[in-house]
């Protein structure tokens, strides 16, 4: 069994891609082939937003928003604690300061009302009302909100308290391409978006590939530019500092194929989220994922990235992941180490219980194979490894 089968996709789609592959290699133009101008604006319509930037990864498109607003040293920008490093790292590398604000325990998505406090904190100094970096930075400008797991962030809180600090909004949307929240898609929400391409991502190439979103014309330009050295006019016209960004053609070939039966496994998925969630409803010896269905105007359905269970405490989750291994099924832990924990971060001063929720979820959370193409037999495998 596999964590994330792409080989039954592969399968699915074999002419497809090589027909586009061989497409790419018959005209040649391996850099910003028409490929990616196809793949910008399917994406951009599907997505329903003006403009689509595709680039080398989802580290790159999150680089490329903070780049594109000047986000550089003595700024701060607020984070979450759980997500993937390089979500954190981007700030760090332009010589910005990541402020962390704990996780909502439903979601593990950032805490809109923790968020209010850590920017109020920030603003006054004063680390006894939300824990804050030990390192000097000046201005409070962005967040970067993460859809983890597919679940979109609630991005009305966050745009309200953005709003009255002045803060611009990034949507980390590398697991979370295809979900929606409210009747609007993810990588529409925030000032500018990012997603991943990566393989394992809900829309994932075959290798690394990324893509910035956003409805602002200049904002759009910045980032075309700043995908390719800065480029001005030309070429040879450097205006600002930018970084070699760009989506290798190959890889757009690679995901318009893949792209259009994208709808098509987003309803398989929910179907096989649906499948786990009501067998785990019943169970009281394991909490139940985060909700992918809110009735009514705020309605917001997972793009299922991962299928993340809580166990009631280390030693469970240990041995639930043990019942799994030993059946022969494939688990992860997204993700056992909160960032304010990380060496790479150490500098920042935080220390262990500065972010309780993230912490206790990074002890008790593990992820079981979600895919597509899973089976109702494979599920119910599954299922019984660990009801049973
Ligand atoms: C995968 C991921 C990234 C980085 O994407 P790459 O394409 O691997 O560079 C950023 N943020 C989150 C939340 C991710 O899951």
Not at 88 to 107: K, M, Q
Not at 157 to 174: P, S
Not at 274 to 284: C, G, I, N
């Amino acid at each position: 069994m596999e964590f994330i089968d792409l080989k039954t996709q592969q399968g699915l789609l074999r002419e497809r891609l090589d027909a586009n592959i061989r497409k790419v290699l018959a005209h040649g133009q391996y850099i910003m082939g028409p490929e990616v101008r196809a793949l910008e604006a399917q994406l951009a319509a599907y997505v329903g937003i003006a403009h689509a930037v595709a680039c080398a990864s989802g580290t790159d498109a999150l680089l490329m928003a903070l780049m594109a607003q000047g986000v550089g040293p003595g700024d701060a920008v607020f984070t979450t604690p759980f997500t993937f490093v390089a979500t954190a790292e981007v700030i760090g590398l332009l010589g910005a300061v990541p402020v962390f604000v704990d996780i909502d325990p439903e979601t593990y998505n950032i805490d809109p009302a923790a968020l209010d406090r850590a920017v109020a904190a920030f603003r006054e100094g004063d680390p006894s009302l939300h824990p804050l970096p030990r390192v000097a930075a000046g201005r409070a400008r962005a967040v970067i909100a993460v859809d983890l797991f597919g679940l979109l962030a609630d991005y009305e809180a966050i745009g309200a308290v953005a709003k009255k600090h002045g803060l611009f909004v990034v949507e980390d949307a590398a697991q979370s391409f295809g979900a929606e929240r409210g009747g609007r898609r993810s990588c529409s929400f925030g000032d500018v978006a990012c997603t991943s391409f990566f393989p394992a991502k809900p829309l994932g190439c075959y290798g690394d590939g990324g893509m910035c979103f956003t409805a602002d014309d200049d904002l759009a330009a910045t980032l075309r530019s700043l995908r390719v050295h800065g480029q001005g006019g030309d070429k040879y016209d450097n205006v600002r500092i930018g970084i070699n960004g760009r989506l290798d053609t190959l890889q757009a070939a690679i995901l318009l194929a893949k792209f259009e039966i994208f709808p098509e496994e987003m309803s398989r998925r929910q179907e096989v989220a649906d499948r786990y969630s009501r067998a785990f409803a019943a169970s009281t010896r394991l909490v139940v994922p985060p909700p992918h269905r809110e009735g009514g105007e705020g309605e917001s359905i997972s793009a299922w990235a991962q299928y993340s269970l809580l166990a009631r405490d280390e030693a469970q989750r240990a041995d639930l992941m043990g019942r799994l291994r030993e059946a022969g099924i494939p688990t992860a832990i997204y993700y056992p180490k909160p960032l304010h924990l990380q060496g790479a971060f150490s500098y920042l001063g935080y220390r262990r219980g500065d972010f309780p929720v993230s912490e206790d979820v990074a002890r008790r959370i593990f992820s079981i194979p979600m895919h597509p193409y899973l089976t109702e037999t494979d599920q119910e495998r599954i299922v019984r490894a660990l009801l049973g």
